[in-house]
């Protein structure tokens, strides 16, 4: 089966654009998007690059993607070549064939099929994509949104085409996401023989009824839209600069957690140092405000999107906000409304990330059924 999505897919998939480069998939995408009538305007900074398209005025639908990926681990894992797109039995097999430049060519051959049906459109369609997504955001959306933002520019409609389906494409919807606080702590205590612990403090040892307090703390209960607020503890190390029969003098220990907005960041920092106090340790801790939470109360968009999934689909979405960030945290003071939808998330991030082309195909007519809705 060749079909105009599926060839745009393999040709985004064929390039390894490892995060935060792109090396030609945004020329690609521009390219199109010209020849359809938008006008582009590249906003690369550093290593990243950027574009923001438009076609049209007034009422605005804005769809948001990304180009690059993560890098593929060990290729020995892989059953084809990470970078060279494959199909087999109807599956076509690749980096970011999921995540997410399936879905950029789903949302580019939608756009294409509704302007020839409809040259005079109403509204504006536009799009606004990214080559760092997958790494630090700093140079991506983020910065995109700053400019768009002292335009005084404004997003009704923004579609964000993550992988947010889970057992079949269509079955989940997201209309936020919990937001990401990581912690580097270290503990210190008195370095010394293993044999004389009297004459030392093994910060271990005093940790150990702080880390299990920690990892039981409770901040909420969550709500109809988030699951309660969490924390694990990732790493613990006490360094290389000690023998087995030494004790260490310091315990460093990263831990991360996902908030939902009935919590915020200042409390999160207070309880958790406060905790460091009340057993008596020595510390430091810097913290790392990874990502805000987010909610999008569901609207037009989120209707026309789950009407257009139920006509595609025949499946009627939940919508939940559960999984990582993205870069709906970006667009949210920006848009009306923001709703991610894509493909299977089951293979994202993994060795043979995959999607079934009939999925491809199926995603197109749901976003060319959202256009059709919102741009009457």
Not at 272 to 295: D, G, Q
Not at 296 to 311: D, H, M, N
Request: positive net charge; contains cysteine; aromatic residues 10%.
């Amino acid at each position: 089966m060749h079909t105009k999505v599926l060839n745009l897919a393999q040709k985004l998939i064929n390039i390894p654009s490892i995060s935060p480069k792109d090396f030609g998939c945004q020329d690609i995408l521009a390219k199109i998007l010209q020849s359809y009538g938008f006008t582009i305007e590249r906003m690369n900074f550093k290593d990243t690059k950027n574009f923001w398209a438009w076609r049209g005025f007034g009422k605005t639908i804005t769809f948001v993607g990304h180009t690059d990926v993560v890098p593929p681990g060990d290729i020995k894992n892989w059953y084809t070549p990470p970078f060279t797109s494959t199909i087999k039995k109807n599956i076509l097999f690749g980096r970011g064939a999921v995540d997410m430049k399936g879905s950029i060519a789903a949302m580019l051959i939608a756009v294409e099929s509704f302007i020839k049906k409809k040259p005079t459109h109403n509204g504006r369609i536009s799009f606004l994509i990214t080559s760092d997504e997958e790494s630090d955001g700093t140079n991506g959306t983020r910065k995109v949104v700053s400019i768009l933002k002292n335009r005084n520019e404004r997003i009704n409609y923004c579609l964000i085409g993550e992988p947010t389906s889970e057992n079949v494409l269509g079955d989940c919807i997201k209309n936020g996401r919990r937001g990401s606080l990581s912690a580097n702590l270290k503990i210190y205590g008195k370095q010394g023989h293993i044999a004389y612990p009297k004459g030392a403090i093994n910060p271990i040892h005093s940790s150990l009824p702080f880390l299990l307090e920690l990892s039981l703390l409770s901040f909420d209960n969550g709500n109809i839209f988030f699951e309660p607020s969490s924390i694990q503890v990732v790493k613990i190390d006490s360094g290389k600069n000690y023998t087995v029969n030494m004790i260490p003098g310091e315990l460093k220990i990263f831990f991360n957690i996902r908030f939902n907005s009935l919590v915020s960041k200042a409390t999160i920092m207070n309880v958790i140092e406060n905790l460091l106090i009340k057993h008596a340790l020595k510390y430091s801790i810097s913290w790392i405000v990874c990502a805000e939470p987010f909610i999008s109360s569901p609207k037009v968009l989120s209707q026309a999107l789950s009407e257009s999934i139920g006509a595609c689909a025949n499946i009627i979405p939940v919508i939940k906000t559960n999984g990582g960030t993205s870069d709906g945290r970006f667009l949210f003071s920006l848009a009306d409304e923001v709703i991610e939808f894509g493909l299977l998330n089951s293979t994202i991030h993994q060795a043979n990330e995959c999607v079934n082309i009939f999925d491809l195909l199926k995603l197109q007519n749901i976003y060319y059924h959202v256009l059709n809705k919102l741009l009457l």
